[in-house]
């Protein structure tokens, strides 16, 4: 199942070069998404389907990313014609091939337990990715696009000496070197305790520039600012929690090696960290796409906040992340048919959102209240489970600092917000031809219904899949 779900988006991409036709190219993206999500619902409902061999396994974790990635890729394949199809001067074909790539490399990274192969996934997700970001061909694009390849490059580059450091820490003690997920877990609490510390600092500075945890978040904010809007909400939504799985399963190492005190500190240190830069640069922003590019390093600040809590925060950390992957793909698809109508993502030109595009506008404005922690919306609920976890946790402090930064994340998103929806549109967009159509606003309408059923109630499916992940992390092997 593994090579079906990794090789039928390489193959679609390899079609997505050869057909001719501009029109019907784009087509291949939610015929593709929709075979992937089919064979991962088979996979998710077939336990003997989750292993192949020893470097394949789809364990927990990587089950709920997985669906994650799925999901969320067939809703912006579907958003993803409509927006080729209003660009149709200018040729779709490395868009296509680039982006189903992106989908088979996404999933070659849920599926990894050889932690080399997930070294080679991730920074393949870079290269696949790296083109869609210059789509636009315009000078802040192609700046957006060498700063992410530059910066990531160097953050992976890290990310593969804290994989030499882990070999290392195994046969230093004397074990059989090895990188098989499995095999670190089993061996974990005789690995050197020094090269296992050494490791997990290099391995989350190399994967947190990848994930966008401050300070290795430079890239980040330039690249969702100008990457296409379906490409933005990938990016954010699906791309993001895979470098969180690769934090996620060095954490587990270090758990099972009894050393988890450790990157405990330093997980929560750089998670407020990371929502501390956000807010910052979120309180008085002007560009509402860059505004939400900052959102992503606050949240992604707090999964590894959540992490670094550990037991009673991890149900809550594991939800956020389906959570706020389904509320950015709402934002960055509204947002792009924002940018589409006006020209423009500064809020100097654009104003009065909610009168030219009733539908986007109000989509974005709801989005932003959910994405800020604002109940009923699924985030209010992930986040709630995170701050009661550190409660729990006796973290009294890192409670309080938390629920401080979230309001400041709030005062700035909200001022921005309120810019961009009120008032009366300019003069030279009222009468732009552009409107909300079925393809342009469907899969944002289906966003919304997810963000509003998770504020609401976890599925039972979904429930027991993030209890698996709880006790999978929190079991010793």
Known sequence: ??????????????????????????????????????????????????????????????????????????????????????????????????????????????????????????????????????????????????????????GIALALLGTFFLAYASLHQGLQSTLLFEDLLHDAPRLSKSWLHAAFVLLLVGYGTKMGLAPMHTWLPDAHSEAPSPVSALLSGALLPCAFLAILRIYHICHAAGEDAYPSRLLWLVGL????????????????????????????????????????????????????????????????????????????????????????????????????????????ISIFAILNGAFDAGRFVTAGLFLFLLLVVFIGMGATLLQVVQGRPPAEVRHTPYRDDVLSAVPIVVCLAFVLLLGLVIPAPLNAMIHDVVHYLETQP
């Open 1 to 154: 199942m593994a090579f079906a779900l990794i090789i039928l988006p390489l193959l679609a991409a390899a079609l997505a070069v050869v057909v001719p036709c501009n029109r019907r190219r784009p087509w291949l993206l939610p015929s593709t998404g929709l075979a992937h999500l089919a064979l991962t619902v088979w996979a998710l409902t077939r336990p003997d389907l989750m292993v192949t061999t020893s470097w394949l396994v789809l364990d927990p974790p990587g089950r709920i990313i997985l669906l994650l990635v799925s999901v969320l890729f067939l809703i912006c394949s579907f958003y993803s014609v409509g927006y080729l199809q209003q660009r149709q001067q200018r040729s779709n074909r490395v868009f296509c091939a680039c982006l189903l790539a992106f989908l088979g490399m996404m999933s070659l990274v849920t599926w990894s337990h050889h932690l080399g192969l997930m070294w080679v996934a991730i920074e393949a997700t870079t290269l696949a990715s790296a083109p869609l970001i210059y789509f636009n061909h315009t000078q802040h694009s192609i700046e957006a696009t060498w700063k992410y390849l530059l910066v990531c490059s160097v």
């Open 273 to 380: 960290f990371s929502m501390a830069v956000a807010g910052v640069f979120m309180v008085g922003q002007r560009d509402f796409k860059r505004m939400l590019a900052y959102s992503s390093v606050e949240h992604m600040g707090i999964l590894a906040l959540g992490l670094g809590i550990g037991g009673p925060a991890l149900f809550g950390t594991m939800l956020h992340v389906v959570n706020h992957g389904v509320t950015k793909c709402l934002l960055f698809l509204s947002a792009g048919n924002i940018y589409h109508t006006y020209g423009s993502k500064s809020t100097d030109q654009v104003r009065g959102v909610i009168r030219l595009l009733p539908l986007s506008g109000s989509l974005f404005l709801v989005g932003v209240l959910a994405i800020t922690g604002s109940p009923p919306f699924a985030p209010f």
